[in-house]
């Protein structure tokens, strides 16, 4: 079989599931309309927010029936002659049908063009209410795009501190790229207020753009994927000398990591952390018992596992996995946009457990059992045979669909991870 190769999300994408995260905006895509058609889908799939009492209002030009990403649908006497028409156009539309704050995206192809989008936004008198990502980020990361786009929206609407609220945080670098991000983020901030420790809001995940403002409020910042967070860690520490607790382990995938990401945060801001380590606990003891009563329990011993994900999932769950289960990665692969931290601890853990001779450099020569992925990937291998079973741990996933919490970080991240290993043999 040939060498495959995954093909990540690039910085485009990124963009554009970073304004659809913010609750309160619309982004508008300046460009053809096949640059739509799939990112409706994905972001439909990672936030959802359709209701069938409001659909009929996008029935609208522009909107054409899809309640995301209006689109100024671009042909080719735009690309020759500019399309300022249509953005001026589209504007008072989608301010009327959407309200909220209107951001621009656009294209590579628009990009290319030049349309002055900003002084358009100005001359039309919604300065206060529309922006543009002025970059072509198609060549960046999809993770330092969206990290770059939740801190340009973050700095347009230019919070204020009124107050610095003890105790209180912000949670950084979740993207809604991650499987069921809205269930890791609830439970993530019960466990946190289990310690007594309060989130104002996480800009990137579900965050309303009113709530920016609060933002600026919180003592600190707390880390999930550094990836997808650091910039903006670095406006808010900027600005408001408000220090980012980073994770020492990577994200909060698997017992073991949760249990570090809680003890770092409580450690640095002076607070208790026992409380939430009692509830990861009970679930590590139920996992115990669900295992202990398998007739195979000893079956995942020496079983082959692959991983293809951002660098600060990829450390926590080859860790955990190799641990917790006794198993053997045989192919490890970061998203671009890696967290060097975390891979210079990835390395370290490789070397000083001799794993570094099981590991392939192609992963259809790599034999694994398991390939823990966005779906779509996860999903491919599996049906091309390269591996026994797939996890899908973010998008793109075309072909699951979860009608109960699956979660991938925290406590609950763990046991649905162990409930699709055990579940697989």
């Not at 053809?32 to 359709?50: E, V």
């Not at 409020?217 to 408001?240: H, Q, S, W």
């Not at 990591?257 to 380590?277: R, Y």
């Not at 075309?398 to 109960?404: A, C, E, V």
């Amino acid at each position: 079989m040939p060498g495959i190769k995954k093909i990540p999300m690039d910085g485009f994408t990124g963009a554009l599931m970073a304004v659809e995260s913010f609750d309160g905006t619309a982004t508008v895509l300046h460009g053809p309309g096949g640059c739509r058609n799939y990112h409706t889908f994905l972001s439909s799939q990672c936030y959802s927010r359709r209701s069938p009492e409001n659909f009929r209002k996008y029935s609208q030009k522009y909107f054409y029936w899809n309640s995301r990403m209006p689109c100024t649908y671009m042909d080719e006497n735009d690309y020759i002659n500019g399309a300022e028409s249509k953005i001026e156009e589209i504007l008072p539309i989608v301010k009327e049908v959407d309200g909220g704050v209107a951001v621009f995206i656009q294209s590579p192809g628009a990009a290319l063009i030049g349309d002055n989008i900003s002084d358009m936004i100005e001359r039309l008198g919604y300065a206060d209410s529309a922006l543009v990502i002025e970059e072509s980020l198609i060549s960046r990361p999809f993770s330092s795009s969206y990290d770059h786009t939740v801190r340009s929206i973050i700095e347009w609407k230019g919070p204020e501190r009124t107050e610095v609220r003890k105790g209180a945080v912000n949670i950084l670098g979740l993207p809604i790229t991650t499987k069921a991000w809205a269930d890791s983020l609830e439970e993530l901030r019960s466990m946190l207020a289990l310690c007594g420790i309060e989130v104002l809001t996480s800009p990137g995940a579900g965050c309303s753009v009113n709530d920016i403002g609060v933002s600026a409020n919180a003592e600190y910042n707390v880390m999930v994927c550094p990836e997808y967070g650091l910039r903006t860690a670095e406006y808010y520490e900027r600005r408001f000398r408000m220090r980012c607790i980073r994770p020492e382990a990577g994200a909060p995938v698997g017992f073991d990591a949760s249990e570090g990401w809680i003890k770092n945060i409580c450690k640095v801001m002076g607070k208790d952390p026992s409380p939430a380590l009692e509830y990861i606990g009970r679930q590590r003891l139920r996992a115990f018992n669900t295992i202990d009563k398998l007739v195979y329990n000893q079956k995942t011993k020496g079983m082959r596992f692959a991983v293809m994900a951002d660098s600060s999932v990829l450390l926590p769950l080859t860790k955990w996995l190799y641990s917790y289960l006794s198993m053997i990665p045989v192919f490890l692969e970061a998203e671009p946009g890696e967290d060097q931290g975390c891979m210079k601890a990835l390395n370290a853990f490789i070397e000083s457990k001799g794993l570094r001779s099981h590991l392939e450099k192609d992963i259809s020569r790599s034999e694994p059992y398991f390939v823990f992925a966005d779906g779509h990937m996860s999903e491919t291998l599996r049906l091309m045979d390269v591996c026994k079973a797939g996890v899908d741990i973010s998008a793109p996933d075309l072909s699951h669909f979860s009608f109960i919490p699956k979660p991938v970080m925290g406590a609950l991240g763990s046991m649905y991870i162990l409930d699709e290993i055990f579940n697989s043999l």
